[in-house]
C-alpha cells in the first residue's frame, strides 16, 4: 500500500516553544492529506483538512492559530503547534489519500510531550 | 448526521478461538466503509475497503463483510500478533472526511 511518512515520531518541548511535524507522502502525490489527534485508548479526533496550495480547513473547536498547517506541495504538509502547553501533548498522525479509490494511508504518528 | 458504532469496545479471546468485530454505520450515500488496525503507539495500518452490501474482501486470518447498515471483521484462528486496535471508518458520497467509529480493543492470549 501506500506510504505516509511522519516525523519526528517523539517530541519533547519546553512550554511556550513551537513545534513542527512533517508529514510526506513517498510515492504517491496527495492533493488532499487530513491531521488527527488521538488521546489515550479513544479514537482518532480530525483536526483538520490540509488541501494542496490552499488553506485548511478546521474542525469546529479547533485553533487555527495554535494549530498552524501549511500543504506547499504534493508530497508535503506541515503542522506546527504554536506556543505549545502541556494540554497540546498528545498523539499527532497525518494521514494522505492514495488514489481515486478513497483510501486513507496514515503516516506513524508524533508523540508530543510539552514539559 | 453520519454515525458509526464499534461493539464491543474490548474482546479478549483465547488463541484459535475465531470471533467478528461489529461496525454499525449510518450514513447517506455510502462511498466506502474501511477497516484499519492500529498498534499502541502507532498510526493506523489500512486493511480493507468496501463499497456495497453484499462485498467481501479476505486477508489472511481476516475478512471483512458489509451489509447496508454495518461490517462485520471476522477473525479465524486469531494469534497473539493479531492483538491491537481495529477502528472502521466510512466516507460519505462526496464528502472528503472519514468519519471514524471508536475502535474495539482485541487482546488474544496465548
Known amino acids: 500500500g501506500a506510504v505516509v511518512s511522519q516525523h519526528p515520531s517523539r517530541v519533547i518541548c519546553k512550554s511556550g516553544t513551537s513545534v513542527k511535524i512533517e508529514c510526506r507522502s513517498l510515492d504517491f502525490q496527495a492533493t488532499t492529506m487530513f491531521w488527527y489527534r488521538q488521546f489515550p485508548k479513544k479514537s482518532l479526533m480530525l483536526m483538520a483538512t490540509?488541501?494542496?496550495?490552499?488553506?485548511?480547513?478546521?474542525e469546529q473547536g479547533v485553533e487555527k492559530d495554535k494549530f498552524l498547517i501549511n500543504h506547499a506541495s504534493l508530497t508535503l504538509s506541515t503542522l506546527t503547534v504554536t506556543s505549545a502547553h502541556p494540554e497540546d501533548s498528545s498523539f499527532y498522525i497525518c494521514s494522505a489519500r492514495g488514489g481515486i479509490t478513497g483510501e486513507l494511508f496514515f503516516g506513524e504518528g508524533s508523540r508530543l510531550t510539552v514539559l | 448526521e453520519d454515525q458509526v458504532t464499534q461493539s464491543p469496545e474490548a474482546l479478549r479471546l483465547q488463541e484459535g478461538e475465531s470471533s467478528s468485530l461489529n461496525c454499525s454505520y449510518t450514513?447517506?450515500?455510502?462511498?466506502?466503509l474501511f477497516w484499519y488496525r492500529q498498534d499502541p503507539g502507532k498510526g493506523p495500518e489500512f486493511l480493507f475497503t468496501?463499497?456495497?452490501a453484499g462485498e467481501e474482501k479476505e486477508k489472511e486470518r481476516l475478512k471483512a463483510t458489509l451489509t447496508k447498515k454495518e461490517s462485520f471483521l471476522h477473525i479465524t484462528a486469531p494469534k497473539p500478533e493479531d492483538s491491537a486496535t481495529y477502528l472502521c471508518?466510512?466516507?460519505?458520497?462526496?464528502?472528503?472526511?472519514?468519519?471514524f467509529g471508536q475502535g474495539t480493543r482485541l487482546t488474544i492470549n496465548p
Open positions: 468496501l463499497y456495497s
Open positions: 490540509s488541501n494542496e496550495g490552499s488553506k485548511a480547513t478546521y
Open positions: 471508518a466510512v466516507l460519505q458520497a462526496g464528502a472528503q472526511k472519514l468519519v
Open positions: 450514513v447517506s450515500g455510502l462511498r466506502g
